[in-house]
């Protein structure tokens, strides 16, 4: 399951952050490094939540609860947009790291990042 897990978070990590940018664009460039090396130290030692959690918007906060049958729901909630709460993001998954995943990638069009 750790290797599905490590293949859905790097697919994900792709889909919200894009590929390599062209290095004529340094600064995008070294941003983009940056956070893929940081990115992939987590996946290299296993800790995919702290990986997944990578993933969420800049400024958005998220809650995890995890379940008796090791499943986990994720909240992602932008409190600058919405204080309400109307707006959260709420997704499911077997694990901590694939419902951040799953609820990061429902963010990824819904506000600024």
Request: a negative charge; charged letters at 30%.
């Amino acid at each position: 399951m750790s290797e599905n897990v490590r293949e859905v978070l790097e697919l994900a990590f792709f889909d919200i952050f894009g590929r390599e940018p062209d290095k004529v664009h340094i600064p995008e460039w070294n941003q983009w490094r940056d956070r893929e090396i940081r990115f992939k130290r987590f996946l290299d030692t296993g800790a995919y939540v702290n990986a997944a959690l990578m993933l969420v918007p800049e400024g958005w906060q998220c809650s995890i609860v995890i379940f008796s049958d090791g499943s986990s729901e994720a909240v992602l909630t932008d409190d600058r947009v919405n204080p309400v709460r109307l707006n959260d993001i709420e997704r499911m998954g077997d694990s901590p790291a694939l419902a951040i995943a799953q609820a990061a990638l429902a963010a990824k069009g819904t506000g600024d990042e």
